[in-house]
């Protein structure tokens, strides 16, 4: 056989090849069911972790539940609490708490929104002062629907109007008062701090 008898036999045999590879096509990857696939698995880990550490937690609070020495501990922190209560049990108590709590939201709410606007203004921003005033506002939320709700279980003051309206003006005025107090004081430490900063500058 010459050259040329094995040149073709061998664009013959690549021919072949080429046809047998053309009649398997290759499977596309699904691109988006492996992201889901990813997606499912890192969903489940987490709910995996969520329930391990929820598990644990509870089998801590049950360790401490049948702790004499927790139950001591717990025992003498609700005891002075509970005696203030029992001091503070007059037919006004639930009235004032319900007034002061509502100064407090008052209080708090304009301070998040108008004093640090009005120190934005000013070039003064403290983030410590905004985390300040929103546990603040958010411990005398709490307080309000804590009291409000014992109010309603061990008193008639929610069942009067003329109550309820009462406290809530008072509680209205001096929040006012206490968010005029709150923000002189900022705006004060705003001051401060500027010439602070503008002391050093003047000495060099």
């Given at each position: 056989?010459?050259?040329?008898?094995?040149?073709?036999?061998?664009?013959?045999?690549?021919?072949?090849?080429?046809?047998?590879?053309?009649?398997?096509?290759?499977?596309?990857?699904?691109?988006?069911?492996?992201e889901h696939s990813t997606?499912?698995?890192?969903?489940?880990?987490?709910?995996?972790?969520?329930?391990?550490?929820?598990?644990?937690?509870?089998?801590?609070?049950?360790?401490?539940?049948?702790?004499?020495?927790?139950?001591?501990?717990?025992?003498?922190i609700l005891q002075p609490?509970?005696?203030?209560?029992?001091?503070?049990?007059?037919?006004?108590?639930?009235?004032?708490?319900?007034?002061?709590?509502?100064?407090?939201?008052?209080?708090?709410?304009?301070?998040?929104?108008?004093?640090?606007?009005?120190?934005?203004?000013?070039?003064?921003?403290?983030?410590?002062?905004?985390?300040?005033?929103?546990?603040?506002?958010?411990?005398?939320?709490?307080?309000?629907?804590?009291?409000?709700?014992?109010?309603?279980?061990?008193?008639?003051?929610?069942?009067s109007a003329a109550a309820?309206?009462?406290?809530?003006?008072?509680?209205?005025?001096?929040?006012?008062?206490?968010?005029?107090?709150?923000?002189?004081?900022?705006?004060?430490?705003?001051?401060?701090?500027?010439?602070?900063?503008?002391?050093?500058?003047?000495?060099?």
């Amino acid at each position: 056989m010459g050259r040329s008898g094995m040149f073709a036999l061998v664009l013959v045999a690549l021919a072949t090849v080429f046809a047998q590879g053309q009649d398997k096509p290759v499977a596309p990857v699904d691109k988006p069911a492996a992201e889901h696939s990813t997606t499912e698995q890192v969903k489940e880990s987490t709910e995996k972790l969520k329930d391990e550490a929820k598990a644990e937690v509870n089998k801590i609070a049950d360790v401490l539940d049948h702790d004499p020495r927790a139950q001591k501990a717990a025992a003498g922190i609700l005891q002075p609490i509970y005696s203030v209560a029992e001091s503070l049990s007059f037919p006004a108590f639930h009235w004032i708490a319900f007034a002061l709590m509502s100064a407090g939201v008052v209080s708090y709410t304009l301070q998040l929104v108008l004093g640090k606007l009005i120190v934005l203004t000013r070039m003064g921003f403290s983030p410590k002062e905004i985390i300040s005033d929103a546990i603040s506002l958010l411990i005398s939320i709490v307080g309000l629907v804590l009291t409000t709700q014992a109010a309603a279980e061990n008193s008639t003051f929610t069942q009067s109007a003329a109550a309820v309206l009462s406290a809530s003006a008072l509680g209205l005025i001096l929040g006012f008062i206490l968010y005029r107090w709150g923000q002189a004081q900022e705006l004060q430490a705003v001051a401060g701090r500027s010439v602070a900063d503008i002391a050093p500058s003047k000495t060099r």
